[in-house]
């Protein structure tokens, strides 16, 4: 039986990053798996993979590289160069919507790098065509996926404005957008709330302040949430607002599909490629808060096009799934598993 050796952020007292649920999965079917780095930080990280990796990868058949771009490709490079040096095959699977521009700010460095792995993977189209217009090899798609029985379905047609954001207080997530569009919202759903979930950060003083000075109500600040909550957390909302700068294929949209929350988020990075518009979402323009107060005006109004964007939304999820994702990793990984 081969193992194989998974290298992605997975400190305890976060969400689970998509890789270690890749690994997660792979243990069930039997395959020896190793995680590496649980360090908090991103300077525990680099020392983790830098250090114990070189040691730790001869003693696996595969190195599956989980790839973010930015500080954390120093380590993620040292990964790829230990698999080469001690012959073992690799595997990146390129996260985040940034990574085009990544590659652009250090060109020589990421084309070194791409060029050492076996393969390379993207969850969807959007990253393929862009990193390939960059010259870069990019050899299949791999979509993300969840653990649908873990998420009750409930079909959205007649909506309460209960509104939900689940994402970060970054300002790559661009949170004042939500508080934004609802404080429209709320000039005409006066008992409309909204749900701010995820951690604080960077924007949470805006974000406060913004609920202030527009004498804002009935909206909590939760922090960040277990993801064990999160099917909980949808059920007492009826529609997603996703306003980030930038994507890629975010898991929280396949969240939101699974529960039946009609979404309305930005037409950034690979949303367009993953959100059909007006058939499981809406999508608007970044920045664009009217138009996204709008979508949710519609929506409230409109209970037959809240109703297919739930159904709609539903379906995908179900398409989306370990049970059909599987196959394509047990032959990425040149696994010998059923």
């Not at 047609?157 to 508080?179: D, E, K, Q, W």
């Not at 919202?185 to 000075?213: F, H, K, N, W």
Request: net charge positive; hydrophobic share 45%; glycine share 6%.
């Amino acid at each position: 039986m081969k193992s194989v050796f998974v290298i992605t952020p997975c400190p305890p007292d976060s969400l689970r990053a998509h890789g270690n649920v890749i690994a997660e999965h792979l243990r069930q079917a039997g395959v020896r798996t190793s995680l590496l780095s649980r360090a908090k930080s991103s300077w525990g990280r680099l020392l983790d993979v830098g250090l114990r990796g070189f040691f730790v990868m001869p003693f696996h058949d595969v190195a599956l590289v989980n790839v973010y771009g930015s500080r954390a490709f120093v380590y993620e490079s040292a990964a790829i160069l230990y698999a080469k040096w001690w012959k073992k095959r690799s595997v990146m699977l390129i996260h985040g919507g940034l990574m085009p521009e990544f590659v652009q700010r250090w060109p020589r460095w990421t084309h070194f790098v791409f060029s050492k792995a076996n393969l390379i993977l993207v969850p969807h189209e959007f990253l393929r065509v862009e990193l390939s217009a960059l010259g870069l090899r990019v050899d299949g798609i791999i979509p993300n996926f969840i653990e649908l029985e873990k998420y009750t379905f409930r079909e959205r047609s007649r909506l309460a404005p209960r509104f939900l954001y689940l994402r970060g207080m970054h300002s790559i997530y661009n949170p004042a957008m939500a508080v934004r569009a609802f404080a429209l919202i709320q000039q005409q759903y006066p008992d409309a709330s909204l749900t701010m979930a995820g951690p604080e950060s960077t924007d949470s003083d805006l974000c406060r302040a913004l609920v202030r000075d527009l004498h804002m109500r009935n909206v909590h600040f939760i922090g960040q949430v277990p993801k064990k909550q999160i099917p909980v957390l949808a059920d007492q909302h009826d529609i997603h607002l996703h306003t980030n700068r930038v994507d890629n294929m975010p898991v929280s949209i396949i969240e939101m599909w699974a529960c039946g929350l009609p979404i309305v988020g930005t037409s950034v990075g690979g949303m367009p490629y993953l959100v059909r518009h007006r058939v499981d979402g809406i999508l608007v323009a970044s920045e664009d808060y009217r138009a996204m107060a709008d979508a949710c005006f519609e929506l409230l109004a409109e209970s037959e096009l809240a109703r297919i964007l739930s159904q709609n939304g539903r379906a995908r999820a179900q398409e989306l799934t370990w049970e059909s994702i599987k196959p394509a990793w047990v032959r990425a990984l040149a696994l010998d598993v059923v």
